[in-house]
C-alpha cells in the first residue's frame, strides 16, 4: 500500500500553480477543454516518461544533476519566455487563424525542460519507487495527476465565455503570460543567487 504521503503530494504538486497549469488554463480559455486535450495527454504522458526514466536510472542521474541543472534551467527559461511572449501576443483564435494549442508531443517534450515536473517527478521517484514499484506509482501518478491538469483546461474554458470581449482575453492572457514570465525569471534568479 502506498504510503498516504504520495497522494497528497502528488495532488498538491498536480494542482497548484506552475508552468503547466498557466499554460493549460490558457489554452482552455483560447482554444476550449477538447482542443486542448492533446495537451494534456502530453503533459501526463511527459511527466510519466520522466518518472519512469528517473525511477530506472536516478543513481546516474543524480550524479550529473548539478552538472545538467543550470543548462535545463537556462533551456526551460528561455522556452517559458518564449510562450509568455506568445500569449502576451496572442488574439482571439477567431482572429488570428494560425492559433493552435500545443500537440501531444509539444506537451511532453515540454517536461523535460519544466523544472516543476522535474522536482515533482525526482521525489515521488526517490520517495515511493523502491517501496512501492513502479507500475503502482506510475499508476497512482497518473490518476492523481490526470484530474488536477483537467481541472485547469476545464476551467480555462468556463473562463472562456467570460473573455469573449477582446480586451478581456487580452488582459487575462497579458496576466498569464506575465506570471508564466515571471516564473522562469524567479527561476533563473534562484540559479544564480
Same mark, same amino acid.
Given at each position: 500500500?502506498?504510503?498516504?504521503?504520495?497522494?497528497?503530494?502528488?495532488?498538491?504538486?498536480?494542482?497548484?500553480?506552475?508552468?503547466?497549469?498557466?499554460?493549460?488554463?490558457?489554452?482552455?480559455?483560447?482554444?476550449?477543454?477538447?482542443?486542448?486535450?492533446?495537451?494534456?495527454?502530453?503533459?501526463?504522458?511527459?511527466?510519466?516518461?520522466? &518518472?519512469? +526514466? *528517473?525511477?530506472? /536510472?536516478?543513481? #546516474?542521474? $543524480? =550524479? %550529473?544533476?548539478?552538472?545538467?541543472?543550470?543548462? &535545463?534551467? +537556462? *533551456?526551460?527559461? /528561455?522556452?517559458? #519566455?518564449? $510562450? =509568455? %511572449?506568445?500569449?502576451?501576443?496572442?488574439?482571439?483564435?477567431? +482572429?488570428?487563424?494560425? /492559433?493552435?494549442?500545443?500537440?501531444?508531443?509539444?506537451?511532453?517534450?515540454?517536461?523535460?525542460?519544466?523544472?516543476?515536473?522535474?522536482?515533482?517527478?525526482?521525489?515521488?521517484?526517490?520517495?515511493?519507487?523502491?517501496?512501492?514499484?513502479?507500475?503502482?506509482?506510475?499508476?497512482?501518478?497518473?490518476?492523481?495527476?490526470?484530474?488536477?491538469?483537467?481541472?485547469?483546461?476545464?476551467?480555462?474554458?468556463?473562463?472562456?465565455?467570460?473573455?469573449?470581449?477582446?480586451?478581456?482575453?487580452?488582459?487575462?492572457?497579458?496576466?498569464?503570460?506575465?506570471?508564466?514570465?515571471?516564473?522562469?525569471?524567479?527561476?533563473?534568479?534562484?540559479?544564480?543567487?
Amino acid at each position: 500500500m502506498i504510503d498516504p504521503s504520495f497522494f497528497s503530494y502528488v495532488t498538491v504538486m498536480s494542482i497548484t500553480p506552475g508552468p503547466n497549469n498557466l499554460l493549460l488554463a490558457t489554452s482552455g480559455v483560447n482554444f476550449g477543454l477538447r482542443r486542448t486535450l492533446p495537451m494534456i495527454g502530453g503533459f501526463l504522458l511527459g511527466c510519466m516518461v520522466q &518518472l519512469l +526514466l *528517473l525511477a530506472l /536510472a536516478l543513481d #546516474l542521474l $543524480l =550524479s %550529473w544533476m548539478e552538472e545538467i541543472r543550470k543548462p &535545463l534551467t +537556462l *533551456l526551460g527559461c /528561455a522556452w517559458m #519566455l518564449w $510562450l =509568455s %511572449w506568445k500569449i502576451w501576443r496572442s488574439a482571439a483564435p477567431t +482572429l488570428q487563424a494560425k /492559433a493552435r494549442p500545443m500537440t501531444t508531443l509539444g506537451g511532453a517534450l515540454f517536461q523535460a525542460i519544466n523544472p516543476k515536473a522535474w522536482l515533482m517527478v525526482s521525489n515521488v521517484a526517490l520517495l515511493y519507487i523502491a517501496d512501492n514499484g513502479i507500475v503502482t506509482v506510475l499508476t497512482g501518478y497518473a490518476l492523481l495527476n490526470l484530474p488536477c491538469i483537467l481541472l485547469w483546461a476545464f476551467l480555462g474554458e468556463r473562463l472562456r465565455v467570460l473573455l469573449t470581449v477582446e480586451w478581456k482575453r487580452r488582459l487575462f492572457n497579458s496576466v498569464m503570460a506575465g506570471s508564466l514570465a515571471l516564473t522562469a525569471l524567479w527561476m533563473l534568479y534562484e540559479v544564480w543567487r
